[in-house]
């Protein structure tokens, strides 16, 4: 399964972009996760098949996750982006559930390798 990311790049502070994943062959669950220098990778966004989807606290209400099942692409659309939303954020696709099962989703899950968000303030 390759897993394969973009949209991302650099906006001033109050910003959008729209980022993109695209997974070779269908999986269950997919998500969004991301990394900033020096800290721990997070959770940002996860959907399921049902429709169902996880939030961070940090971007509730700013970041939108969203996946087109016919073509197995998943889209986070970001918008009033802040300078802490800068990481590289990273897409994964596993075949059991993201928000069900998230520790077994992370030690199965197909990754992609990762696009650059830079929030400037």
């Known amino acids: 399964v390759q897993v394969v990311e973009s949209g991302g790049g650099s906006v001033q502070a109050g910003g959008s972009l729209r980022l993109t994943c695209a997974v070779s062959e269908y999986t269950y669950s997919m998500g969004w996760f991301r990394q900033a220098p020096g800290k721990e990778r997070e959770g940002v966004a996860s959907t399921e098949p049902d429709g169902s989807t996880l939030y961070a606290d940090s971007v509730k209400g700013r970041f939108t996750i969203s996946k087109d099942n016919a073509r197995n692409i998943l889209y986070l659309q970001m918008n009033s982006l802040k300078p802490e939303d800068t990481a590289m954020y990273y897409c994964?696709?596993?075949?059991?559930?993201?928000?069900?099962?998230?520790?077994?989703?992370?030690?199965?899950?197909?990754w992609g390798q990762g696009t650059q968000v830079t929030v400037s303030s």
């Open positions: 994964a696709a596993a075949r059991v559930g993201a928000i069900a099962t998230p520790e077994l989703f992370l030690a199965t899950a197909y």
